[in-house]
């Protein structure tokens, strides 16, 4: 069995603090985690506040899940999305060497660079920090602001899906789902 990874954060990068989420984080992020704007193209659209609480104090002990509170001057402006998974494969394969990631950017902040300075620190932590082969993101195709972080993240989109996601308000939409490997990261 191998050791567990230990945190990649903190991390300064880019302008922001990227670092475990404590308790004194949960009010802040209860205030914009269910907002109308933050939520649009969410598929999870609310959490309850006892839920967003114990997820997000489960996130240090948890030896899967290295999401991140993003702050700027000191002021939680996004969190940071990064659950390590198990590859797919035969049995037998490596298990814990993929990541997911995903990013939330409080209303007010979008268009100041969060997105994509997050979406990097999530990638750089899961290849430098945690050793992770592959990376993966998925976002809905009429998401344009999310589909250019990922993109100017130097994530490569690798399948487009149609009609894929219920959306309450527009309907069937198409995802799109982007990757990078450990090689793309480093110049392979």
């Not at 302008?15 to 802040?28: H, I, K, N, Q, S």
């Not at 002990?61 to 494969?89: H, I, K, N, Q, W």
């Not at 989109?157 to 090689?183: F, P, S, T």
Request: include cysteine; proline fraction near 7%.
């Amino acid at each position: 069995m191998s050791p567990l990874p230990t945190s990649p954060w903190p991390v300064c990068r880019d302008g922001l603090l990227f670092r475990e989420p404590t308790e004194a984080d949960v009010p802040v992020l209860l205030t914009f985690r269910n907002a109308p704007e933050v939520n649009h193209f969410m598929v999870r659209t609310s959490v309850e506040p006892d839920d967003l609480r114990r997820e997000v104090l489960a996130i240090p002990d948890s030896p899967t899940d290295f999401s991140c509170v993003v702050e700027r001057d000191g002021e939680v402006v996004g969190l940071g999305f990064l659950d390590v998974v198990d590859g797919a494969g035969q049995p037998g394969h490596p298990t814990g060497t993929d990541g997911l990631i995903g990013y939330i950017v409080r209303p007010g902040h979008d268009g100041a660079g969060v997105a994509t300075a997050t979406a990097r620190a999530l990638l750089a932590a899961a290849f430098d920090g945690l050793g992770l082969r592959r990376v993966t993101a998925a976002a809905n195709l009429d998401n344009h602001a999310s589909v250019r972080v990922l993109e100017k993240a130097g994530m490569r989109r690798e399948r487009h899906e149609v009609q894929a996601l219920w959306h309450r308000e527009l309907g069937w939409l198409d995802e799109v789902g982007y990757a990078l490997v450990a090689e793309e990261w480093h110049g392979g």
